[in-house]
């Protein structure tokens, strides 16, 4: 079995979300995995969970083949909380669970990729902040936070990362354009792992704007 990239994408389905822009990131996701399927490299390596988090945290599908993956529709309530830091945590057991070490007798999996996106902030800030050590003694090769729209709090996003990208809108373009970019990322990091240049991220499309 080939070494696998496991990939975990953290969406923010809380009531900010509802409409036009919850069936935007729909229409990016499946085109998100149409993309990546046309890789070789991703369609050898990459594991895919997507995980949502409002007043609940759910794990859409646990790590999957990405020839396996099957996205239904992603739905989000009118109203209520966002609850990263619990996202955040069933992360971290999920990747406590799922990723494979390395050993003196084999290889396990590649450090894996956490791509998280949210229109606003954490309402359980205590939580947030507890769970972030923890999310770094996860390892991750990367952790890439995607700020949605003009309300989404950087500042709180600083804290889980230092690569951090905004869209100023929420609507069908803007998620369109991220989600391409996600599957570009995952598309580039396959194809460089082992190479010694796994590191590096495509360049972000007008709609996208690294923060600095």
Known sequence: MSRRLPIYIAIDTSGSMYGEAIQSVNVG????????????????SVHLSVITFDIEV???FPLTPLSQVQIGEI?????GPTYTGEALALIVERTKRDIIS??????????????????GSPSDVARYDEILPQIKNCHFGRIIACAAGPKAKIDQLRK????IVSLDTTDSTAFSSFFKWVSASVEMRS???GAGSADVLPPPPAEIQIVI
């Open 191 to 193: 194809s460089s792992i």
């Open 29 to 44: 996701l499946q085109a998100m995995l149409t993309a990546l399927r046309q890789d070789p490299h991703a369609l050898d």
């Open 160 to 163: 889980l990362t230092d690569t």
């Open 75 to 79: 739905i989000c309530p009118r109203s």
């Open 58 to 60: 759910k794990e859409l």
């Open 102 to 119: 390395s050993t003196s007798e084999r290889k396990g999996d590649w450090r894996p990729m956490l791509f998280l996106m949210t229109d």
